[in-house]
């Protein structure tokens, strides 16, 4: 064997190791977009199960805001199903509608002395709160993840490795109205 042969062999061998590391790579950030999403999924599953309790305790003391605790409700129908689905721009815009319903759910809260000052009231909408502040902190980095992902599979080399294994761009998580719009905190600090 030859000198050439053996550089063309070194040559092979160094372009399939290569590949093998893009593709490693690849299926890495592949999980991590799921793994971020189902940290999201957890907490968005959490605050479903809050929310029922919460608008229960609320119809007790605003039985004239019907058509607010029905808007949460159907808001938190709505995040459910976009949450099963996957579906990121669906899920975004539930949520929007969520957040929105809740801050208004809260605001109204201010109308009623006796439901600020109930505890189950109190201790539920701690709970919401730290629920959406995790949300936050989930949502960055699942989009993070999918930043990355997104990153990886359009850059050359790794392109031609994401398309052989049919690796595909993810949506970010976006919600329109952004946190800082329902701060719980601040509602009834």
Not at 28 to 52: C, F, G, M
Not at 106 to 128: D, H, I, M, T
Not at 159 to 167: D, E, H, S
Request: hydrophobic share 45%.
């Amino acid at each position: 064997m030859g000198i050439t042969a053996l550089i063309l062999l070194a040559l092979l061998l160094a372009a399939v190791v290569y590949t093998i590391q893009i593709y490693n790579n690849l299926v890495r950030l592949k999980h991590a977009v799921t793994l971020a999403w189902s940290n999201i999924d957890v907490a968005l599953k959490q605050r479903h199960d809050e929310i029922p309790k919460l608008v229960e305790v609320c119809k007790q003391y605003m039985g004239y805001e019907r058509e607010t605790l029905e808007r949460v409700v159907r808001a938190r129908g709505s995040v459910a199903e976009a949450s099963r689905r996957q579906d990121m721009r669906a899920l975004g815009a539930a949520e929007t509608d969520l957040r929105a319903g809740l801050g208004q759910l809260f605001a109204l809260a201010e109308n009623y002395p006796q439901l600020k000052a109930n505890e189950g009231f109190q201790q539920l909408s701690q709970r919401v709160s730290h629920l959406e502040d995790t949300i936050a902190d989930r949502r960055e980095l699942y989009n993070d993840s999918v930043n990355l992902n997104n990153v990886r599979i359009e850059q050359f080399p790794d392109l031609l490795v994401a398309r052989v294994m049919g690796a595909r761009p993810r949506e970010l998580l976006e919600f329109a109205q952004e946190r800082a719009d329902l701060d719980l905190k601040a509602l009834f600090g």
